[in-house]
């Protein structure tokens, strides 16, 4: 069966330390994966976009790649701040995906200590 | 200028009971859906619709429908409310070329009683 998983432990750092978030999938062929961030009571706000035949992609502190061959796609936040807290989701698209429907991970809870 | 609103942001009802949720964008976009985010935070889509297209996840029940009025609406009807129908209902849009960004409404949280 089609997983998309993300690590469903939040993930405590430091202020100022780098942060990574894990997101493994099977039995997908993506197209792209997208990244996004969600705020309690509010909806998820797109951050970042990497395609299947793209390594790595940047965006101020902002890091995301994408490894085919492993299936996973890795998120860093770099000099990470206490308003880096958040829950952040993964998201895929399949190739030929009727509808265009992106499909999301279950998230990873980011908590940036001061 | 809300890019994609959802109304209401709060609903309780009975078991048993019929309701909407309505869902506008004002992006222009021309694919809109519906996900359901459950207690465990897992975000799952319902639908996917276009004017020329309607996606429906096959794990969606029937009691669930979207409906379209127009290009820029998209409501969701839910018949017979059950209480594992509980959760947060988020509408998003999108350009329906490939790798457009979804852009999401505030949610919508229903409690079924």
């Known amino acids: 069966s089609q997983k998309i998983e993300q690590n469903s432990e939040a993930l405590n750092i430091q202020e100022g330390k780098t942060a990574t978030l894990t997101c493994n999938y099977t039995?997908?062929?993506?197209?792209?994966l997208q990244w996004y961030r969600q705020d309690p009571g509010r909806g998820p706000v797109f951050l970042l976009l990497?395609?299947?035949?793209?390594k790595e992609k940047r965006k101020e502190r902002l890091k995301v790649t994408f490894d085919t061959t492993l299936k996973q796609s890795l998120f860093h936040i770099t000099a990470s701040q206490p308003a880096d807290s958040a829950t952040y989701l993964c998201?895929?698209?399949?190739?030929?995906?009727?509808?265009?429907?992106?499909?999301f991970g279950g998230g990873t809870r980011l908590m940036v200590k001061p | 200028d809300t890019a994609v609103s959802q109304t209401p942001k709060y609903l309780v009802t009975q078991m048993g009971n019929d309701k909407s949720i309505k869902c506008e964008q004002n992006?222009?976009?021309?694919?809109m859906y519906w996900y359901k985010q459950d207690s465990k935070k897992f975000l799952k889509i319902m639908f996917s619709?276009?004017?020329?297209?309607?996606?429906i996840n096959e794990t969606v029940p029937n009691r669930f429908s979207p409906k379209s009025p127009d290009k820029a609406h998209l409501n969701l009807h839910i018949n017979s409310l059950e209480l594992g129908d509980s959760a947060v209902y988020f509408c998003?849009?999108?350009?329906?070329?490939?790798?457009?960004?979804?852009?999401f409404g505030e949610g919508s949280r229903l409690t079924v009683l």
């Open positions: 039995n997908y062929s993506p197209a792209y």
């Open positions: 992006l222009g976009h021309d694919t």
């Open positions: 998201a895929l698209a399949q190739n030929n995906n009727a509808g265009n429907m992106l499909t």
């Open positions: 990497i395609r299947e035949n793209e």
């Open positions: 998003a849009s999108r350009r329906r070329e490939a790798g457009g960004e979804l852009f």
């Open positions: 619709y276009n004017n020329k297209e309607l996606i």
